[in-house]
């Protein structure tokens, strides 16, 4: 994946529609991957990328512990760039601000508008890149042929239903992210990626096969799941590393905690979070 340190000005252009996918890696203070999809993600220039903070979740106050982010991008007509980045600082007033909510998405929602824009220092970015949908197609067939023989026959639950039909579709899309050795998150498609149960997450390595032969047995990984309803689950877990099932070559991650960032409640899933009554308001 060719890499340079700036951004286009027909890049610049392509990154303002707030219809587009959106998403940056942190780092949790456990030192583990973090995904969130901010679609208000722009670049102010071609060295700075910002983010429109509507709601309070876990990802603006993990990158502004550890500036260390990635970021991903996928415009409607599925090109997608991905790149590095380092977190600076907030404001709450500014010419980033004023365009933010000056943007219909945010101008004219009744619940919310951008009250705080991040800014991030680019540290590199990718070429644009179309979506390789034929191999993404033949990656999630042998995925959904193979995936009945990784499970795990575990019958407690740690995916929801909901969270494991969301992954089971083939149309819905999935990232996946670790944190590489010089500290910033790496972030990638595996858009092939389905519930080989409510436990363990299978892909085929047929599409971006040589970034996930790259993730390490053993790592920490984050996966994140989204449909075009903007429904969307966060989940982590232990990659397994690569193994055949029904002869496929197929790599593993094994589910040891599931988020839900959608908004306006985000919250833990997974390990359950025990109720406590409000007592005081």
């Not at 392509?14 to 670049?43: D, N, R, W, Y």
């Not at 599409?207 to 429904?231: D, N, Q, R």
Request: net charge positive; aromatic share 12%.
């Amino acid at each position: 994946m060719n890499t340079r340190t700036l951004f286009s000005a027909e890049e610049i252009k392509a990154f303002e529609p707030a219809e587009k996918i959106g998403l940056v890696a942190g780092v949790s203070p456990q030192g583990l991957p973090h995904i969130s999809l901010i679609t208000s993600i722009m670049a102010a220039s071609p060295a700075q990328l910002t983010l429109g903070e509507f709601c309070k979740g876990m990802s603006k106050q993990y990158i502004q512990r550890n500036p260390k982010v990635a970021f991903l991008i996928m415009t409607l007509d599925r090109k997608i760039w991905r790149g590095k980045a380092k977190w600076t600082h907030t404001r709450k007033d500014g010419p980033e601000y004023e365009k933010y909510n000056e943007m219909p998405l945010f101008r004219y929602n009744a619940y919310f508008g951008i009250n705080t824009v991040h800014y991030l220092d680019l540290v590199e970015t990718s070429d644009g890149e179309r979506l390789p949908v034929p191999l993404i197609t033949r990656a999630a067939l042998i995925t959904k042929f193979a995936k009945g023989a990784a499970a795990t026959g575990i019958k407690e639950r740690i995916l929801k239903p909901f969270a494991e039909d969301l992954f089971n579709k083939l149309d819905s899309l999935k990232f996946i992210a670790y944190v590489g050795g010089d500290g910033f998150p790496i972030i990638a498609p595996v858009i092939q990626c389905q519930a080989a149960d409510s436990r363990r997450l299978v892909f085929s390595p047929r599409a971006y096969g040589e970034e996930l032969s790259e993730i390490p047995k053993g790592a920490h990984v984050a996966v994140f799941g989204l449909t075009m309803g903007m429904e969307d689950v966060l989940v982590r877990g232990t990659f397994a590393g690569f193994k055949r099932y029904r002869f496929f070559r197929m790599g593993a991650v094994d589910i040891d905690w599931v988020y839900n960032s959608m908004p306006p409640c985000h919250g833990q899933i997974y390990p359950e979070v025990e109720l406590k009554p409000v007592e005081e308001f």
